[in-house]
């Protein structure tokens, strides 16, 4: 199996104006487990004393998902670290000319200097060692190479492949990870700048990755993150994955998350949308009365949600023939076509569907002789 490496308590936090308090922590990180990730990196010991506590804290919840923290590759990170109790670590390192110059006086050979340092400390105590390649997707495949081949060396045990400003598109995705993933493990970190966060991250699972990064509602810096909820879901339904994805739980993260962040989610949002079970096209709910996989990927309540049949401007005689039969009305099928085009021009002229009372009263009013039951 895949695994589902989820930043939301680091990544997703580093989300403009968001701010996660200890206990706030405490329920993303449980609610994650209890959803199925299998690793959770929960902050940046480097912050200070209270960071510190918040993920020695969470790494003492006996979680079955693996505790992990993300550190830039220093000593003085790793040591900061070590004072959390943790058996995992990400060591970040820039890998594009841009951000090497940037953070690097010296270049690449200060690069290579604290990546060893830190690698060998961290492995000293044992830890599970992940690599974070920031920018891997404008920095040179020869220099990911060199950088790969030097952390395996050391010992490293994962390679993450980061799309850090969200440039790759699934084509691309698949053609760098299959040429890097036979060197190191690879982890994809994908960001959603131009809308293709959680496809790129499929598409580096494809390509032979074995891990990837999402946030919860795909929380995260400027346009986010691949979505945990998305992957989840793929992994389950796309992949063939065993996950059991437990509804009530995952519904109440969402909202868990959504609430700490201060946040909504778009009622279209995939997997946790509030409209995206309801069917209103008259087609659509015509197939769905006669089998409910006719226009759905998994049914509603894998994740906690329920089927709808609004009555709207584009619905036709069957879903009004189905909210009446619901109220027990016995509705004539002619009937219900005839009066289509009033119920079109009502909700054109107010934006707002029908409630099936309303519809009751309006097929009344203009299909008087229809014999009602009950």
């Given at each position: 199996?895949?695994?589902?490496?989820?930043?939301?308590?680091?990544?997703?936090?580093?989300?403009p104006?968001?701010?996660?308090?200890?206990?706030?922590?405490?329920?993303?990180?449980?609610?994650?487990?209890?959803?199925?990730?299998?690793?959770?990196?929960?902050?940046?010991?480097?912050?200070?004393?209270?960071?510190?506590?918040?993920?020695?804290?969470?790494?003492?919840l006996?979680l079955?998902?693996?505790?992990?923290?993300?550190?830039?590759?220093?000593?003085k990170?790793?040591?900061?670290?070590?004072?959390?109790?943790?058996?995992?670590?990400?060591?970040?390192?820039?890998?594009?000319?841009?951000?090497?110059s940037?953070k690097?006086?010296?270049?690449?050979?200060?690069?290579?200097?604290n990546?060893?340092?830190?690698?060998?400390?961290?492995?000293?105590?044992?830890?599970?060692?992940?690599?974070?390649?920031?920018?891997?997707?404008?920095?040179?495949?020869?220099?990911l190479?060199?950088?790969?081949?030097?952390a395996?060396?050391?010992?490293?045990d994962?390679?993450?492949?980061?799309?850090t400003?969200?440039?790759?598109?699934?084509?691309?995705?698949?053609?760098?990870?299959?040429?890097l993933?036979?060197?190191?493990?690879?982890?994809?970190?994908?960001?959603?700048?131009?809308?293709?966060?959680?496809?790129?991250?499929?598409?580096?699972?494809?390509a032979?990755?074995?891990?990837?990064?999402?946030?919860?509602?795909?929380?995260?810096?400027?346009?986010?993150?691949?979505?945990?909820?998305?992957?989840?879901?793929a992994?389950?339904?796309?992949?063939?994955?065993?996950?059991?994805?437990?509804?009530?739980?995952?519904?109440?993260?969402?909202?868990?998350v959504?609430?700490?962040?201060?946040?909504?989610?778009?009622?279209?949002?995939?997997?946790?949308?509030?409209?995206?079970?309801?069917?209103?096209?008259?087609?659509?709910?015509?197939?769905?009365?006669k089998?409910?996989?006719?226009?759905?990927?998994?049914?509603?309540?894998?994740?906690?949600?329920?089927?709808?049949?609004?009555?709207?401007?584009?619905?036709g005689?069957?879903?009004?023939?189905?909210?009446?039969?619901?109220?027990?009305v016995?509705a004539?099928?002619?009937?219900?076509?005839?009066?289509?085009?009033?119920?079109?021009?009502?909700?054109?002229?107010r934006?707002?569907?029908?409630?099936?009372?309303?519809?009751?009263?309006?097929?009344?009013?203009?299909?008087?002789?229809?014999?009602?039951?009950?």
């Amino acid at each position: 199996m895949k695994a589902i490496n989820d930043t939301t308590l680091r990544d997703g936090e580093q989300a403009p104006y968001v701010a996660f308090n200890t206990k706030e922590k405490i329920a993303i990180a449980m609610g994650l487990d209890a959803c199925g990730a299998d690793e959770l990196e929960v902050g940046i010991p480097a912050m200070g004393k209270q960071e510190c506590e918040d993920i020695a804290t969470i790494a003492s919840l006996g979680l079955r998902a693996r505790v992990m923290a993300w550190c830039r590759a220093h000593p003085k990170d790793v040591e900061a670290a070590l004072t959390c109790k943790l058996s995992a670590i990400n060591l970040s390192i820039p890998v594009s000319d841009m951000l090497i110059s940037v953070k690097y006086k010296r270049g690449k050979d200060e690069l290579f200097e604290n990546l060893e340092r830190a690698i060998a400390l961290a492995k000293r105590e044992g830890m599970f060692i992940n690599i974070g390649g920031e920018d891997s997707s404008r920095a040179s495949e020869t220099f990911l190479r060199e950088v790969i081949g030097f952390a395996k060396d050391l010992g490293a045990d994962r390679f993450r492949f980061c799309d850090t400003v969200g440039i790759l598109t699934p084509t691309k995705t698949y053609k760098i990870v299959s040429s890097l993933s036979h060197l190191l493990p690879i982890e994809m970190h994908t960001h959603n700048d131009f809308g293709m966060a959680t496809a790129n991250a499929i598409a580096g699972l494809e390509a032979g990755a074995v891990s990837v990064n999402t946030t919860v509602v795909g929380l995260g810096e400027r346009a986010g993150n691949a979505s945990f909820e998305q992957t989840l879901m793929a992994l389950k339904h796309l992949f063939s994955e065993p996950r059991i994805v437990e509804q009530q739980a995952l519904k109440s993260l969402v909202h868990t998350v959504c609430d700490a962040a201060r946040m909504h989610v778009s009622p279209n949002a995939p997997i946790v949308g509030d409209r995206i079970f309801a069917h209103e096209s008259g087609i659509h709910v015509s197939g769905m009365l006669k089998n409910d996989q006719a226009y759905e990927p998994f049914s509603p309540e894998e994740v906690g949600a329920t089927r709808e049949y609004p009555i709207g401007k584009h619905s036709g005689s069957a879903a009004l023939m189905y909210h009446l039969d619901a109220l027990g009305v016995c509705a004539l099928k002619e009937n219900c076509t005839g009066l289509l085009p009033k119920l079109r021009r009502i909700i054109t002229r107010r934006k707002v569907v029908l409630a099936p009372e309303e519809l009751r009263k309006l097929y009344t009013k203009y299909a008087p002789c229809t014999p009602s039951v009950g």
